[in-house]
Nanobody
Framework: QLQLVESGGGLVQPGGSLTLSCTAS????????IGWFRQAPGKEREGVSC????????YVADAVKGRFTISRDNAKNMVNLQINNLKVEDTGVYFC?????????????????WGQGTQVTVSS
């Protein structure tokens, strides 16, 4: 019943931009901390940006600071990840995930509900 669906991925050239969206069905994302994670082949899933459920505290990984911005659109029950100046190393499957624990972390183990992922490929 709790579903998250990612959209917005695709094939882009280095320097391009994408906006990824995470839309919820069956629950209100405003009550959950939301994270964006990515996983490249052969690598562990890593947190790229997360936003807390209380005060919109955010975490952005050092590797993407200045390029990735997470935001809520509560009216649409959606969380977006705006990605600018894409680099080849940003390639991977991007997942959104939700949790409502009291501790705000941006690591995969802290998140309970996951979408299916959307592929982002950065290539010239």
């Amino acid at each position: 019943q709790l579903q998250l669906v990612e959209s917005g991925g695709g094939l882009v050239q280095p320097g391009g931009s994408l906006t990824l969206s995470c839309t919820a069905s069956g629950f209100n994302l405003g009550a959950y901390s939301i994270g964006w994670f990515r996983q490249a082949p052969g690598k562990e899933r890593e947190g790229v940006s997360c936003i807390s459920r209380y005060d919109d505290e955010t975490y952005v990984a050092d590797a993407v600071k200045g390029r990735f911005t997470i935001s809520r659109d509560n009216a649409k029950n959606m969380v977006n990840l705006q990605i600018n100046n894409l680099k080849v190393e940003d390639t991977g499957v991007y997942f959104c995930a939700a949790q409502r624990h009291r501790t705000f972390l941006c690591v995969p183990r802290a998140y309970d509900y996951w979408g299916q992922g959307t592929q982002v490929t950065v290539s010239s």
